[in-house]
C-alpha cells in the first residue's frame, strides 16, 4: 500500500454510555487512551476512521465524531453477550464491517467483546492491550467464571488469533511474546488538553500529593497511607485521593479507617477529566505506589501537566519516566522508600520542577495524539500490505 493512499480504518472499542449503561445520552463517549488516538487521528488526512461499539440497548448517537471519523452504535440484544460468549457482539460487528469493507480492523482493549469482534471479523486486524488481564488475574489470585478469570480467558484465546499485538510498554511486549504473532511498542496518548496545563500549586499553601486510581489492593493506597506517617510528623502536606472502591471490599473498609485518623488525608472519589485537570494545576506532587501497572494514563497526563511525579518502579513504568530525569521511582513494598521519594520531591521544590519541565518535553514528543496517531498509521499499512 503506498505511504499517501486513503486508509479506510474500523476501531473497536466500548462506548461509555455502554459501560456506564446510560442509554439516554446522545453523545458517544471513550475511554481516555481511545479518545486520545482519535484525537490524533482526526488530523491525519488520508485516514477514513470508523467507530464500531456494541450496545446492550438501542441509542441514538451522532452519525460523525469528525469530519473523516464515523461512529455506528451496534445493538446486541442481552443474549448475545457474555451467556453467549459475545456471539451476538461478533455477529453484529461483522455485518457492519461487511458493509464498511476496512483496510484494517483496530481493537482497543481485550477485556469485553472487543477483542473477539476484531480477530473473528474477517479482516486484518490488531490489538491493543491496555490492562493485562492474565497478569492482573495472577496478582489477585482471580476464581474462576469471576470477570477477571473470564477477562483472562479473553486474551489468551485472542492475541494468538490476531495479526498483531499493539503492546503499550515493554512490560506487554514480554507478557505477550509468546501469544502474538507480532508485536510493536507504542505508549497511550494523551489528549492535548492536559499539554495546556501549567501546573503551579497556589503559593504559600500547604502541597498537594496526588494519589489517583481505583480503591483496591493493586494500587497499594493503603501501604501509601502507612508510609508517610511519620513524614506527617516532620512536615505539612495533605494527600487526595481521585477513586472510588466497592464499600463491602476490606482493602476499601480498611483504608476508610486509616482515612478516619489522618486529617492529612482525603478522598474524593472518582473525578472526570476535566476534574482531574483541575485537580492537576493545584497539586504539588503525583505518586503512584503500585504494586502492579502497565502505563498507567495518570502519569502520562501528570507528565503532559507538569507536574512532578513518584511512581512506583513496577510493570511498565519504567518505560515512561526516567529516574532523576523526568520522575523519582520508589519500591512500593518499601516504606522507607516511598516515603524518602516523597519526602525528597517535597524539600527539592527546583529540582522536582526541573523534572516536571523535562517529562513535559518527554511527553509532547512521546504520547502527543499527533505522535501516537502517526505511529498507528505506520502499523495499519504494515499490517494490510502484508495481508493483501
Known amino acids: 500500500m503506498e505511504a499517501g493512499a486513503k486508509l479506510k480504518i474500523a476501531i473497536i472499542t466500548t462506548d461509555v454510555r455502554e459501560y456506564k449503561r446510560d442509554y439516554t445520552s446522545p453523545t458517544a463517549a471513550f475511554g481516555t487512551a481511545p479518545t486520545g488516538l482519535l484525537e490524533g487521528l482526526v488530523r491525519v488526512r488520508e485516514a477514513e476512521v470508523h467507530v464500531l461499539s456494541c450496545a446492550r440497548q438501542p441509542m441514538k448517537s451522532q452519525e460523525k465524531l469528525a469530519d473523516n471519523i464515523w461512529f455506528h452504535s451496534l445493538h446486541v ?33 481485550t477485556e469485553s467483546d472487543c477483542a473477539l469482534d476484531a480477530v473473528f471479523s474477517g479482516f486484518p486486524n490488531v490489538i491493543t492491550i491496555h490492562g493485562n488481564m492474565r497478569l492482573i488475574a495472577q496478582l489477585g489470585g482471580a476464581k474462576p467464571f469471576t470477570f477477571m478469570w473470564l477477562a483472562a480467558g479473553l486474551e489468551r484465546l485472542t492475541l494468538p488469533r490476531s495479526d498483531g499485538v499493539i503492546c503499550i510498554t515493554h ?63 516532620r512536615r505539612k502536606f495533605e494527600v487526595v485521593f481521585l477513586g472510588a472502591g466497592r464499600p463491602e471490599n476490606p482493602y476499601v473498609i480498611e483504608f476508610q479507617r486509616l482515612l478516619q485518623s489522618r486529617p492529612w488525608c482525603s478522598q474524593h472519589g472518582f473525578v472526570d477529566r476535566g476534574q482531574l485537570r483541575t485537580h492537576l494545576r493545584q497539586a504539588a506532587l ?12 495518570v502519569v502520562l497526563e501528570a507528565m503532559a501537566a507538569g507536574l512532578p511525579v513518584v511512581a ?9 519516566i526516567e529516574e532523576n530525569q523526568t520522575g523519582l521511582f520508589c519500591d512500593p513494598l518499601s516504606s522507607s522508600s516511598i516515603s524518602a521519594a516523597v519526602e525528597r520531591a517535597l524539600s527539592d521544590a527546583s529540582g522536582a520542577a526541573e523534572m ?29 500490505s502484508r495481508e493483501r
Open 77 to 109: 440484544p442481552r443474549l448475545g453477550w457474555m451467556r453467549t460468549f459475545y456471539q451476538g457482539c461478533i455477529r453484529a460487528t461483522r455485518r457492519k464491517l461487511a458493509e464498511i469493507r476496512p483496510d484494517i480492523v483496530h481493537c482497543l482493549g
Open 171 to 233: 512490560y506487554t511486549q514480554d507478557a505477550v511474546a509468546n501469544l502474538a504473532q507480532r508485536t510493536w511498542i507504542v505508549p497511550n496518548a494523551v489528549e492535548s488538553s492536559f499539554f495546556e496545563i501549567d501546573s503551579k500549586p497556589p503559593a504559600g499553601e500547604i502541597p498537594r500529593i496526588l494519589c489517583v486510581g481505583d480503591i483496591c489492593a493493586r494500587k497499594n493506597q493503603n501501604a501509601f497511607i502507612l508510609a508517610l506517617d511519620g513524614l506527617s510528623k
Open 286 to 297: 503525583l505518586a503512584l505506589p503500585s504494586l502492579e501497572d502497565n502505563c498507567p494514563m
Open 312 to 320: 512506583a518502579n513496577v510493570g511498565g513504568v519504567p518505560d515512561l
Open 356 to 384: 516536571a519541565r523535562r517529562a513535559k518535553v518527554e511527553a509532547r514528543a512521546r504520547f502527543h495524539p499527533d505522535a501516537i496517531a502517526r505511529r498507528h498509521m505506520e502499523i495499519y499499512r504494515e499490517v494490510a
